[in-house]
């Protein structure tokens, strides 16, 4: 063999592999710590919400296995990078949980389409599920290739090293995001205390519910109605019964939100999802501040907040131009009440509890000022 020869094949056996395995542990390192960016308590029950619970775990269980996939993806990213059990356990573990993720990849793909973040990167890096197949299939090859030019032999044989290794990074994966659910409710009317507003405390049966204004979702006042051929007790002669007047309006109907607001299935109302520091969130509020301010039937506004940088809210009611009441929730239970497969901004127009119109996140979905706008100033008659 000629000296170009060995040292093609020097690189192939030697220098190729070392290389590989740094790739390989990178790309296990940033799918760990990207699912962890920029905040744990908010990347996590997202992750949870989108990811697991609709594969059918429960939240109690989501929140572990979350939190034990990701610390084994971070001591994988370490111990590629070592030689205990290499070859005999290392590097078939990291190609059966690529193979698992592309199972499931493939499966999304069949069931809901290329569409969404697949979360293999979290935020920081959004990947389509087609992207994050391919580069899973990319990585199985590699490993392959690995195990194929990695000897037995050279492996080390100290498993209580990859039982720590392991162990350490579950453990501060769990420290990082401690599994801990906090009620919001004193935070938002402290909050909303300081910028003089009252929140909604209202309790309705279905036995109370009373016919509302089309326009303005408040109670009509209810008159007496004569009973036909009825008559004047003092006169003796018959009273002409009134017609009951004809409400345009939909039936009452669940929306799925009285959690959130006792009186939301009441009338008109308009009920959004935000995140305080979300941009588009912001922009969304003002646009419906403004249709607000040219409209004085327009329906009444509540928000739900994501808790995450909360404390922005009060700059967020200062760029949308206008204060409304609203609630926060911690980031499982947002995803949740809005829905897995929905984003923010998320804007519900509901009509006694029907939902005429929805908008959600920043693609084909997002909420259109114009059309909305058109929306609002319809009867229920035109609406159907």
Known sequence: MTTTGLEKQGFVDKQLPMILKGLMAFMFLLSAVAKLYPDPNFTLPTFEVKQLIPMGFSETSAAYFSRILIGCEL???????????????????????LFIF??????????????????????????????????????????????????????RLNF????????????????????QRKSNDELAEEMMREMNLEQEVEETSADTIQSTDPKTGTPLKTEAVTAPNAKDPKTGKEVKAEE??????????????????????????????????????????????????????????????????????????????????FKILDVGSFWTVLGGTKDTPGVFY????NIVKEYDGINEKAFKKDEFKKIVQKKWSELK
């Not at 990074?169 to 995001?177: E, K, N, T, W, Y």
């Open 244 to 325: 009951k007047p004809v409400v345009d309006e939909p039936k009452a109907k669940k929306s799925g939100f009285a959690s959130q607001y006792a009186d939301i299935d009441k009338g008109r109302k308009i009920l959004c999802f935000f995140a305080p520091g979300c941009d588009h969130c912001k922009e969304t509020a003002k646009a419906l501040t403004e249709m607000a301010s040219k409209d004085p039937d327009f329906p009444e506004m509540k928000i739900v907040f994501m808790d995450e940088e909360s404390e922005l809210i009060p700059d967020f009611f200062a760029f949308a131009g206008r204060k409304y009441p």
């Open 75 to 97: 001591a994988l990213g370490i111990l590629l990078l070592q030689k205990n059990y290499f070859k005999r356990l290392v590097l078939p573990t990291s190609f059966l949980m």
């Open 102 to 155: 592309s199972v499931h990849l493939s499966y999304e793909i069949a069931t809901t389409g290329n569409s969404g973040n697949c979360g293999c990167f979290g935020s920081l890096l959004p990947m389509t599920p087609v992207q994050a197949l391919i580069k899973n299939i990319i990585g199985m090859g590699l490993l392959v290739f690995l195990y194929l030019k990695t000897s037995k032999q050279s492996d």
């Open 350 to 353: 509901l009509w006694n509890g």
């Open 160 to 179: 209580s090293f990859l039982a720590a290794i392991t162990f350490a990074s579950i453990l501060a994966v769990f420290l990082a995001g401690p599994m």
